[in-house]
Nanobody, 117 residues
């Protein structure tokens, strides 16, 4: 199984980015998927998740600004990030969420999002 996160970059505060998570070896439509991020010196946190039934959860700090979605035909999960803030700066990762909330696979390289003031 490979999970490839992409779409990161450098953006000014208030700007937008769309991250993509493409999978091979697993079908996202049959799994819960999450976007995580890890800022320098901080623990990795779950930012947004989408279940097989479409149930969506966001961490409070991104609610109203980020939108997670999935395209089953493309086997891809997206994270639309609007109104970005410097505190959103982090490496963003995607992973499949197993029952109990643990991630199923080893972390990939992630994609770096840098938000400047």
């Amino acid at each position: 199984v490979q999970l490839q996160a992409s779409g990161g970059g450098l953006v000014q505060a208030g700007g937008s980015l769309r991250l993509s998570c493409a999978a091979s070896g697993i079908r996202f439509r049959f799994n819960d998927v999450g976007w995580y991020r890890q800022a320098p010196g901080k623990q990795r946190e779950l930012v947004a998740s989408i279940s097989t039934t479409g149930l969506i959860h966001y961490v409070d700090s991104v609610t109203g600004r980020f939108t997670i979605s999935r395209d089953n035909a493309k086997n891809t999960v997206y994270l639309q990030m609007n109104s970005l803030k410097p505190e959103d700066t982090a490496v963003y990762y995607c992973n499949v969420i197993s029952q109990g909330g643990m991630v199923r696979f080893l972390w990939g390289q992630g994609t770096l999002v840098t938000v400047s003031r």
